[in-house]
Structures are given as C-alpha cells and as structure tokens.
C-alpha cells in the first residue's frame, strides 16, 4: 500500500508542475500588459436626462485584454447602485454578458462607492466586438428600480 501511494503521487507530481506554473505565468503575463486606456466611453445620465453623473468606459490593454468600467462623478449614497456590463459580440462566446459581479469582477458599485470594472476577456478574434454598459439603480424600499443607463460604442 505505501508503495502505491508513493507511485500515485510521483505520477502525480509531473501534472501538478505543469498545473502550478500556469498561475503564475497568468500572473506575470497580466502584470505585463501595460497600456490600459479606453477605447470608447459614455456619460451616464440619471433618469435619462443631462446633467451626467459619471462614466462608462470599454478598456483594452496591450494584451488585447477588454474589460467594462463604471466610474461615477460622486460616492454612491444608501439607496443607489451602479454596476459596468461587458457585452461580447461575435466568436465564441457571442451574446456573453459579464458584470461588475462576475467573477474577476470587482463587485458592484455600492453606498461610499464610486467604481467597479467587470473581469477581463482576452480576445485576438477580430471579428468579435465589445460594448460596455453602465446601469444605474434606486432602492426607497420596493425593490430595485432601474433609473439609468447608458452604452459605449460596440468596438474592437
């Protein structure tokens, strides 16, 4: 038995090398990918009426990285929230929607908050566009109510 067992976790030992040094070169290969800027972006407006309250913005780094970033003009007070969209068109996650909320997502914009940027999509496909969205919620007590929202430009 102990002679199985040190086979099992020799054999094992070659696929947990290989699984390790997968992390850390994601790690290195985003710490890398200088050149974040926004390639499209949007006032939001509350009720859908000027005068803007914040920002939408489709980011892109050097690794062809895209991700959806909300930044409002002021901290959120205790009724509001506000969450950034991805919306992936074409390839082959065509239709995927990605929030603030999603995982690698920096959770939605809440009370005392002024941002949050959805998990980035790395895509070289240039057939596949992106436009992010903000959208903008109230709570007096009845649920939450959508107010606002705005989009950027659908882009690569």
Known sequence: MKTLGILLSTAGLAG???????SPAQAVEEANCPGARPISSAQ????NKPPGWGDIKLMRDSCSQYW???VMDSRLPQ???TS???VQTGGSNNGRVL???SSGG???VVAGQRTCRTPKVKSRDTSTTFT???REFRNFGSGWDKISENRTARTR
């Open 44 to 47: 939001i407006f509350r009720d």
């Open 68 to 70: 959806a970033e909300v």
């Open 84 to 86: 950034a969209y991805l």
């Open 79 to 81: 009724y509001a929230m």
């Open 16 to 22: 947990v090398g290989a699984i390790a040094l997968a």
């Open 106 to 108: 920096t959770g939605a």
């Open 132 to 134: 992010a969205m903000a």
């Open 99 to 101: 929030s603030c909320d």
